[in-house]
């Protein structure tokens, strides 16, 4: 009694309720669902380039997409090519593990002038994501703002101030390593609302920055506390404290003969974006933290710079058929379940926190909610979904299409480099038409 499971959604999540369907041994069928014709969701469009070493997961992803009862549809987008409704009709479960695409705004006036990214965009531009490749970021500055205190803003930081030789290993476009190399950007600055022992940066991210080849981290020595006060456990306390103890490191470093510097700015929050149609600098309030909250002293300073990066978060998007928490950006669950035969794992349930395996736990959830609830099929399937796609003249790409896509860009790798992206959607398509024309697909 083999039931038909639809995972929209491709990324970690999604490969994680996969894993966790097969390792329950419930009998079924999985068809993997992603809008870009590459599967792997923020591994290939998130993790920074020169992160390669983290990506390495996608190995265990691509055994789960090998198995014999799954499929990947890629190319195909749930509320363009086929309705989150329509998908209900045609599997006995539908999985949505679509991620949080979109980037939280940075509601501060002057926020819509040129020169203003989301960390979403400006990621996805310089991992060549086909939706962000053409942004072509203003860097024409000698500062850049980043606001924000967690790993992306760092991600954004380390990937502005390494040397074209450290990014040589890394399968960066050619477009953004020239932008980047070719920027007068100099002084990249990153402004966090609290303290330093308050800084989301997990530590060992954080002590890469003071091994870059070429620039310095530069942080003030009277930000730094001595000890971290208040109520926490005592894993947390030791958290924070290695991350003091590298700010301070950071502090005795000298910054003299590198070219760029990494400043860390805290205890500041964004108030207004200057200039007038471009970004020309960024106005920040000074605050104190009353009650564990950081609180406006009503004491501003100006930062001259060029660009400004907002990298403070992240929220879906309507998606038709999916009832919405607009409050908190997620997808509206009950530990996963959604609706009758409609579940959610990942950063659409959980909202976007939490490292890569921190989505597997959602995938047992709903494996083991899915064994509960859907005892028999009652469902046409891949059938019925291949026959809509088709009627609707949908090329979607299969995962076979996607391993030719990927000895492409390995075969395109200058040396060292693990690969060379396509970035165009047209042209993942072209190749893939092309290698079954002269049947070399
Ligand atoms: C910039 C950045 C860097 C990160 N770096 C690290 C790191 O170094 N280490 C680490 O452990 N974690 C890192 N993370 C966190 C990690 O990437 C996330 O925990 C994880 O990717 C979330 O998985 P997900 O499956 O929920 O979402 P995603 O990875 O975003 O996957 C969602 C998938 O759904 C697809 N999709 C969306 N909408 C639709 C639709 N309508 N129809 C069909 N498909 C759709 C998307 O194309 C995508 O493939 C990083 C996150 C970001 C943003």
Same mark, same amino acid.
């Given at each position: 009694m083999t039931i038909s499971v639809a995972i929209?959604?491709?990324?970690?999540s999604g490969f994680y309720a996969a894993q966790a369907l097969l390792e329950k041994g419930i009998d079924c069928r999985i068809d993997? =669902?992603? $809008?870009?014709?590459?599967?792997?969701?923020?591994?290939?469009?998130?993790? +920074?380039?020169?992160?390669?070493h983290t990506k390495r997961v996608i190995r265990t992803y691509e055994e789960i997409a090998a198995q014999p009862t799954v499929n990947f549809y890629g190319n195909v987008? +749930?509320?363009? *090519?086929? #309705?989150?409704?329509?998908?209900r009709a045609f599997y006995d479960a539908v %999985?949505?593990?679509?991620?949080m695409p979109m980037d939280r705004g940075l509601d501060l006036i002057g926020g819509a002038k040129k020169g203003v990214y989301g960390a979403a965009e400006f990621v996805g531009w310089y991992n060549g994501h086909p939706a962000y490749r053409h942004l072509d970021p203003l860097l024409d500055d000698k500062c850049v703002a980043v606001i924000g205190?967690?790993? %992306? &803003?760092?991600?954004?930081?380390?990937v502005l101030c390494k040397t074209k030789d450290e990014m040589a290993k890394t399968d960066i476009p050619d477009y953004a390593i020239e932008a980047i190399q070719g920027s007068p950007a100099s002084d990249i600055y990153i402004f966090g609302r609290r303290g330093p022992a308050e800084a989301k940066f997990t530590n060992v991210e954080l002590r890469e920055i003071g091994q870059l080849a070429d620039c310095a981290p530069m942080v003030d020595p009277e930000e730094i506390p001595d000890e971290i006060p208040g109520e926490m456990s005592d894993r947390d306390r030791r958290l924070r404290m290695r991350n003091i103890e590298t700010f301070r490191s950071f502090a005795a470093m000298d910054p003299t003969g590198k070219r760029k510097r990494l400043h860390f700015c805290f205890r500041s929050m964004p108030a207004e974006i200057l200039g007038k149609e471009r970004v020309e600098g960024l106005r920040l309030q000074s605050t104190v933290i009353e009650n564990g909250e950081a609180v406006g002293t009503g004491r501003y300073y100006d930062i001259p710079c060029? $660009?400004?990066?907002? +990298?403070?978060?992240?929220?879906?998007?309507?998606?038709?058929? %999916?009832?919405?928490d607009i409050r908190r950006g997620i @997808?509206?669950?009950?530990?996963?379940? @959604? &609706? #009758?035969?409609?579940? @959610?794992?990942?950063?659409?349930?959980?909202?976007?926190?939490?490292? =890569?395996?921190?989505?597997k736990p959602d995938g047992d959830a709903v494996a083991a909610h899915i064994a509960v609830d859907i005892t028999r099929p009652e469902r046409p399937g891949r059938a019925g979904f291949e026959e809509h796609l088709q009627a609707r003249g949908v090329r979607w790409v299969t995962f076979e299409d996607w391993k030719f896509i *990927?000895?492409?860009?390995? +075969? &395109? &790798?200058q040396e060292g480099a693990p690969r060379k992206k396509f970035v165009d959607v047209e042209a993942m398509i072209g190749l893939i038409e092309k290698g079954r024309a002269d049947g070399t697909s």
């Open positions: 929209v959604g491709t990324g970690p993997l =669902i992603d $809008t870009l014709p590459t599967p792997f969701g923020l591994i290939r469009g998130g993790v +920074a380039p020169d992160h390669q987008e +749930a509320g363009r *090519d086929i #309705s989150i409704l329509e998908l %999985v949505l593990a679509i991620g205190n967690g790993n %992306v &803003a760092l991600d954004i930081g380390r060029g $660009t400004v990066i907002a +990298a403070i978060g992240y929220r879906m998007g309507p998606l038709q058929g %999916v009832p919405l @997808v509206i669950n009950n530990d996963g379940r @959604v &609706a #009758s035969g409609l579940y @959610v794992v990942g950063w659409a349930r959980r909202g976007p926190t939490g490292v =890569i395996s921190s989505n *990927d000895e492409a860009e390995v +075969a &395109a &790798a």
